[in-house]
C-alpha cells in the first residue's frame, strides 16, 4: 500500500509551488539542499517618498502646501516610480513645531485642507495602485488638544492623568529644542513635562487610557484606507520621568506591543518607528515575533556630523563617510535575515543629503552616489522630496527669517542667553544642519514662486537656485538626477532584478577601503555587484568578479577587472 503520508521531492517541489500560486505571501529559496521559509509583505519591494505638506505645493496660493497640492502631483510621482507617500502630520495643529504638536488626530488641518480632501487623496492614490503612510505622535499633543486643556483645568480633572504633572521639576531636564523640558502652570501650582517645545505636552504612557485614546485615533485613519504608519519619537513612550529615563522606558517595548494588538496589528499594513538607539535597540523594535513595528530609522549615520564635544547639531564636523559605510554594514548584517532596515539619506529633520553626505564641487556625480550606495542596499528606500532633483541646502542670513522651532530655542540659549556662539557662528551652523534646509518649498519650475505657487508669499524661502535646480529642467533630460533616480527605482523594481534587490543576502566586500564601498546581493541564481566611489579622488580597485553586465552607472563607463573609478563614480551591475 503506498504510504500516504511520504512524499518525494518532486511532488514537495510541485507543492510549493502550488502553495506559492495561491498563497503570494510565501516564498522558498534553495540554500544547499535546505529549503528555507520566508514572509514576503505586499510592501517588501515598494519605495516610500516622504511628502512634508506645508512645503510641497500650494494649489491654493495661499503661501503654504496643501493636498490639492499634493493631488496635482500624483502622476508626477507614479512616473517616478515611487509607491508609498509618508505624510507628516495633517492634523489639526497650531504648528509651533509644524505639525508634530497635534491639537486634534481625527481632524484635517484646515491650512492643508478638508477631510473631503484626504478622502479624495486617499482614492486617486489607490487609482495609481499608490499609498498613504500617515505619520503618528504618540509621545504629546499640542497643548491646544482638548486633552490637554482639560487636564489644566484641575488636579481631579478626569484628563488631569494624561499628561506628566509635578509639584517640582526634577532632574533639570532640558528640552529638545533648548531651555527647560518643566512648565510652569499657575492655576493648579504644578509643573508640567515637555520633551519637546512648551507647546508639545508629554502624553503620561502610566496611564492606560492613554494607549487606547491613541489606538482609537490610529483605526480611524486605518478604517479610511491609509496603509501605513511612521511612529514619531516612539522610543520615547514608557518614560519613567521620576528616575531621569527617557528613551527606552521599562515599558515601552509592553506598551508599543499592546498598541499592536489594539490597533495596527490587526490591518495588513507597513510600520516604521523613528527610534533613536542602536542596533540592538533596532532589533528589539523590529524582531517579527515581538509583534511592535516592521522598521525603524537609525540615525547613527545622519545624526554622526553632530559635534558630540561641542554643541552637537549647531556646531557640525565634516561626515566620515568611512563610519557611514561601516554603520550602513552593520544595520545590514544585523537585522540581515530577522527584520528589515529603512534606508533613507535625508528627511524633514536634516540638511540636504548633498551638502552632508557628497560635494558641491561634484554636485550631479556626488548626489547619485549617494542613491546607488543607499538604495540598492536590503531595506525599504524612502526619498526626501526634492532629494530626487538634486535641491540642496539654503543659505538664510537673517535670523528672523528662519521657521524652525529648534533653531529658535538654540538661538536664544546659544547665542542670546549663554553667549557660547556668536550670531555669524550660530548661522554657519544653520546653514548646515538646520532643519529648515529640507522644509523649503519644492522647486517645480523656473517660474515665478518655483512653480510652487502663483505668487504668494511662501511660508519659508524659496532657494534661489530654483532657476537651475527644478522639475521642469531635469523630467525630460535623460541625465539629470531626476532620470537618475527614476532609472535606478525602475532598476529595482526590474522584475529580472527585483527578488535579488528585495530578498537577496547583503555581502560586503573591500572593506578595509576607507573611501570604496562595495557589496554583492546574492540570490541562488543571481549576484548584483554595487561599487561606490565615496570620495572627490580617483581611488584604483581590482574587482573580485567578473562584470556581466552594467545595469546603472553615473558614469559612462564599461568596466574589467582593472578600475579607475572617477570622484563620486557609482554603478551596479550583473555578475558572473
Ligand atoms: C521628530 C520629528 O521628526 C520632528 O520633526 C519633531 O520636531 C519631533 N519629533 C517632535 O515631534
Ligand atoms: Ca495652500
Given at each position: 500500500m503506498p504510504n500516504l503520508f511520504k512524499i518525494d521531492s518532486s511532488t514537495f517541489i510541485n507543492l510549493t509551488m502550488l502553495l506559492l500560486f495561491i498563497n503570494k505571501s510565501i516564498i522558498f529559496t534553495r540554500k544547499g539542499s535546505v529549503m528555507k521559509m520566508k514572509l514576503q509583505k505586499w510592501w517588501h519591494d515598494k519605495i516610500v517618498y516622504q511628502i512634508y505638506p506645508k512645503s510641497f505645493k500650494d494649489n491654493n496660493n495661499d503661501g503654504i502646501g496643501d493636498i490639492k497640492g499634493i493631488i496635482s502631483k500624483l502622476d508626477y510621482l507614479r512616473d517616478l516610480g515611487v509607491d508609498i507617500l509618508w505624510l507628516t502630520p495633517y492634523f489639526k495643529s497650531p504648528m509651533e513645531d509644524n505639525g508634530y504638536d497635534v491639537a486634534d488626530y481625527l481632524e484635517v488641518n484646515e491650512m492643508f485642507g478638508s477631510m473631503e480632501d484626504i478622502l479624495e487623496l486617499l482614492a486617486e492614490c489607490k487609482k495609481r495602485n499608490m499609498y498613504i503612510m500617515m505619520d503618528i505622535v504618540a509621545n504629546h499633543t499640542s497643548s491646544e488638544h482638548t486633552w490637554f486643556k482639560e487636564s489644566k483645568k484641575s488636579k481631579n480633572n478626569p484628563y488631569r492623568d494624561y499628561y506628566i504633572w509635578r509639584d517640582e521639576p526634577l532632574f533639570d531636564c532640558q528640552s529638545t529644542f533648548g531651555g527647560s523640558a518643566w512648565e510652569y502652570d499657575e492655576q493648579t501650582n504644578q509643573y508640567y513635562f515637555h520633551e519637546f517645545a512648551k507647546g508639545q505636552p508629554d502624553l503620561n504612557w502610566e496611564n492606560p487610557k492613554v494607549l487606547d485614546e491613541i489606538a482609537k485615533c490610529i483605526n480611524f485613519w486605518l478604517d479610511k484606507g491609509v496603509k501605513g504608519i511612521r511612529f514619531d519619537v516612539i522610543h520615547l513612550i514608557g518614560k519613567e520621568i521620576d528616575q531621569n529615563i527617557h528613551a527606552y522606558g521599562p515599558t515601552l517595548h509592553q506598551k508599543v506591543h499592546e498598541l499592536y494588538k489594539k490597533s495596527?496589528?490587526?490591518?495588513?499594513i507597513v510600520t516604521v518607528g523613528e527610534a533613536w538607539g542602536d542596533l540592538a535597540k533596532a532589533i528589539d523594535f523590529t524582531d517579527p515575533k515581538n509583534e511592535e513595528l516592521d522598521m525603524v530609522f537609525q540615525f547613527e549615520c545622519t545624526s554622526s556630523t553632530n559635534d558630540p564635544l561641542r554643541l552637537g547639531k549647531f556646531t557640525p564636523r565634516p561626515i566620515d563617510m568611512e563610519f557611514v559605510k561601516n554603520t550602513l554594514i552593520k544595520y545590514q548584517n544585523g537585522l540581515n535575515d530577522r527584520s528589515w532596515n529603512a534606508l533613507f539619506v535625508e528627511n524633514h529633520d536634516l540638511g540636504r543629503c548633498i551638502n552632508r553626505f557628497g560635494s558641491l564641487e561634484f554636485y550631479d556625480k556626488s548626489a547619485k552616489a549617494i542613491a546607488v550606495m543607499n538604495y540598492f542596499l536590503k531595506g525599504t528606500p524612502y526619498i526626501y522630496q526634492g532629494q530626487e532633483l538634486g535641491m540642496t541646502n539654503i543659505k538664510i542670513t537673517?535670523?528672523?527669517d528662519y521657521d524652525d522651532v529648534e533653531v529658535h530655542g538654540f538661538y536664544k540659549e546659544y547665542v542670546l542667553d549663554k553667549k557660547l556662539l556668536t550670531y555669524e557662528e550660530f548661522l554657519d551652523g544653520c546653514h548646515k544642519e538646520a532643519r529648515d534646509n529640507n522644509r523649503t518649498p519644492i522647486q517645480w519650475n523656473n517660474q515665478i514662486n518655483a512653480g510652487w505657487n502663483d505668487g504668494a508669499k511662501p511660508w519659508l524661502k524659496i532657494n534661489p537656485n530654483y532657476t537651475e535646480i527644478n522639475a521642469e529642467n531635469q523630467i525630460n533630460n535623460q541625465n539629470s538626477i531626476y532620470s537618475f533616480y527614476k532609472d535606478l527605482i525602475a532598476l529595482r523594481k526590474n522584475s529580472l532584478y527585483c527578488n535579488t534587490f528585495v530578498y537577496g543576502k547583503f555581502i560586503a566586500h573591500l572593506i578595509e577601503r576607507k573611501n570604496i564601498f562595495m557589496y554583492t546581493r546574492e540570490t541562488d541564481n543571481q549576484k548584483i555587484l554595487v561599487v561606490t566611489n565615496m570620495c572627490g579622488e580617483r581611488e584604483n580597485i581590482s574587482l573580485p568578479f567578473e562584470i556581466e553586465k552594467v545595469l546603472l552607472s553615473n558614469y559612462n563607463h564599461s568596466y574589467n577587472e582593472n578600475i579607475t573609478l572617477e570622484p563620486y563614480e557609482a554603478f551596479a551591475a550583473l555578475i558572473k
Open positions: 495596527y496589528g490587526n490591518y495588513d537673517d535670523i528672523n
